[in-house]
């Protein structure tokens, strides 16, 4: 820090810190990577869940063909476990909205410092919810803080109330439900989403989706399938947290 200035007060002490209001995303970021559990290494390169060394994936979308799995790859923040897990809940069903600046932050510091995983990329879109949801559309309300956040318009992230990939209507949650339950329910979720934007845009398209949370995967993959089947080339995941799964 630079001398004279306070240090910052380190995640998840976020709403007491000086620079609540003021921090850049990169800022925010790498002082909240040094409370976040990181990805452990080695970790699968398509679904960044952890691996046994020598071992490989157990996920099973992971052993299939891109166009089948529909997305290329999917990178995380960090590990979903402690005070990001309880801040993640926090927003998603407390409705506290200040974690979505600070979850805004964390995404365009990842993006800043990860350009190789950003090039190329055409557009930057959530994994949306629908308009009903309650307390609080938390996707929704994290890509409006991140292109906040986003102060040198780098990124090609849609100015808030503009989102380019909208949910139609309310459909089943996963949470609680059993694997095919899930997956069911990950198939409905895409079918309720609409590109409202001229389709013509995402021919060709390279897009990166963006969700709070990955498990194993299958909502990705259901929405990356009918955003190629829409036309784009390729679809890219990344989400705020990883959470550790065993098949």
Known sequence: MTVGLPDP?????????????????????????????????????????????GRPCGNRLCALPEPQRGFSHVDAVAVYSGALRDKIHKLKYDGAHGWAMIFGRLLVGWMESHPEQMSGVDY???????????????????????????????????????????KQAETPRSATRNLDEKRAAAAAHAAA???????ADIKGATILLVDDVLTSGSQLQHVALRLRATGADDVRGLVLARVPWNG
């Open 124 to 166: 930057v879109v959530g994994n949306p919810t629908h308009s009903g949801r309650q307390p609080i559309q938390h996707i929704e309300a994290i890509m409006d803080a991140a292109y906040t956040e986003d102060v040198n318009r780098t990124f090609p992230l849609s100015p808030p109330g503009t989102h380019r990939l909208v």
């Open 193 to 199: 989403l609409i590109w409202t934007g001229d389709t």
């Open 9 to 53: 007060a380190g995640f998840p002490d976020c709403p007491v810190c000086a620079y609540v209001l003021t921090g850049t995303a990169r800022l925010c970021s790498d002082c909240a990577g040094r409370t976040l559990q990181p990805l452990t290494d080695p970790h699968c390169p398509v679904c960044s869940q952890a691996l046994a060394p």
